[in-house]
């Protein structure tokens, strides 16, 4: 697809995400039943946990692009890595910003040592490394390799984590842990829900197309510049 | 096969007589260790808080903060005088590079864990009594492991202008595993809990450490490469 055609289509997922979106959350506000137990405070759910989905398919996304370049070193293969790593951050930094406040009410407290709030903050510190990585390496082409070694890793030991923040908490059980998600969710929570994936999923990746061009349209400038000045 | 362990067992040797002939690296971590003991010592009220009962986190966290600051510098040697261009241009494939840079970093890791077991079980008046192998499981699995991840980020780190300053933020997130698993079969072991208890911890030790040295030796070749 060409570069324009890219942007078109970038451009229109992130508005019909956006869209969606504000849909989204005037059912959150407007339509579906309150929950019993928790009150008002249980509608972040509609943000918090479709984040949390994009924010992990992102850095799967990462992992996976990140791999194909390393193997066929193709420029775009690490064009998508990158963008798929901002996105990523964006939405993981949603997650642990809505998570503490919405622990605040129906736990009692900012911050505690659920499974997978550990697993997110981590996360976003290996997107944190990802970058810094990419922009303090000695030349960029070395940036790239090292950023995709750290997203490889990262993803590979994703499991290992999940496994040990299970297990720790196992240990220490808390008095209330409200688990919101369950089969038995009312039908206006599911929809809600679903349609809240699909946004967030369109929204990330609008912006991952765009982002994407840009870099592209970076690169190309780089090139020019370099071949300017030799 | 007998070959590629010549080309690890070379490696080993090398970077092992480089510690011997500058003792910089294992002088640093030994002190920072000791150092680190005592003012643990101080930072804890031993009114509130039995000291035994908080030994196992702390000695995992001295053998971690003490021992990336030694395994940051293992190419730092090297990378100044150019002697790693050299290495790399060896007919020895990556991973037995890496594998032997690995296995050298976990020795001289080893040596200071040693002296952190043992400063700690001075100056807190720990009981190592009959368990002591069991022990000695638990902190070599879980040295191989962070041996691993510490050795290829800094092989990252240090093409990078932060050099070492970058090398806590790569390697922290992924310690989770070796630090929960660690602590727990350590703190089991000290307070004389049965052996069964601890069994499971070394399976996800062992777990921890096979995947890290496994990364590590697949993706050390990009890390280097040039």
């Keep these: 697809m060409s570069l324009r055609g890219l942007r078109l289509t970038g451009t229109t997922l992130a508005a019909v995400g956006l869209l969606l979106m504000l849909t989204v959350y005037g059912l959150s506000f407007f339509w579906v039943p309150t929950e019993v137990a928790q009150g008002v405070i249980q509608r972040i759910f509609y943000v918090h946990v479709p984040a949390a989905w994009v924010a992990f398919m992102a850095f799967g996304l990462v992992a996976l692009t990140s791999a194909m370049y390393l193997w066929l070193r193709d420029e775009r293969l690490d064009r998508a890595a990158l963008s798929a790593a901002e996105g990523g951050m964006v939405f993981a930094t949603v997650v642990i910003t809505t998570g503490p406040l919405w622990a605040r009410v129906a736990w009692g407290t900012y911050w505690t040592w659920e499974p997978r709030l550990t697993l997110t903050l981590l996360l976003w510190f290996v997107y944190l490394g990802y970058f810094l990585v990419r922009g303090s390496a000695e030349n960029p082409e070395r940036g790239k390799r090292f950023a995709a070694v750290v997203g490889i890793v990262g993803a590979l030991d994703i499991p290992l984590i999940h496994l040990s923040v299970l297990w720790f908490r196992s240990l220490h059980p808390k008095p209330v842990v409200a ?3 369950g089969p038995t969710l009312p039908a206006p929570m599911l929809i809600t829900l679903l349609l809240g994936l699909l946004a967030f999923t369109l ?11 840009l870099q592209t349209l970076r690169d190309a400038a780089d090139a020019r510049d370099r071949r300017a000045t030799v | 096969m007998s070959e590629y362990l010549g080309q690890v067992r070379a490696i080993v040797w090398k970077d092992l007589i480089l510690e011997f002939r500058t003792r910089e690296r294992v ?7 000791v150092l680190a003991a005592v003012l643990f010592n101080y930072a804890i009220d031993r009114t509130a808080v039995r000291p035994q009962t908080i030994a196992s986190g702390l000695i995992w966290m001295t053998i971690v903060f003490g021992g990336l600051l030694g395994i940051g510098r293992t190419f730092h040697l090297e990378h100044e005088d150019g002697a790693l261009q050299g290495v790399l241009m060896t007919s020895a494939p990556k991973d037995a590079i890496f594998l032997g840079k690995t296995l050298a970093n976990f020795l001289l890791l080893y040596l200071v864990a040693i002296i952190v077991v043992a400063v700690f079980t001075l100056f ?11 022990l000695a499981a638990v902190i070599a699995l879980g040295a191989l492991g962070f041996v691993a991840l510490g050795t290829l980020f800094s092989a990252v780190s240090s093409g990078t202008r932060m050099g070492e300053t970058l090398l806590p933020i790569l390697v922290f997130p992924l310690l989770l595993p070796m630090v929960v698993y660690g602590t727990q079969a350590t703190g ?6 049965p052996a069964a208890e601890v069994t499971a911890n070394l399976r996800m030790l062992t777990a921890f450490a096979l995947v890290a040295m496994a990364t590590g030796a697949g993706l050390f070749r990009y890390v280097v490469e040039e």
């Design chain 1, 179 to 181: 688990k919101p998600e």
């Design chain 1, 203 to 213: 929204v990330f990746l609008g912006l991952f197309l765009l982002r994407y061009t």
């Design chain 2, 27 to 33: 002088a640093a971590m030994g002190a920072f260790a």
């Design chain 2, 124 to 134: 807190f008046g720990l009981d190592l009594g009959p368990r002591l192998d069991l």
């Design chain 2, 188 to 193: 089991r072991i000290l307070a004389a809990r």
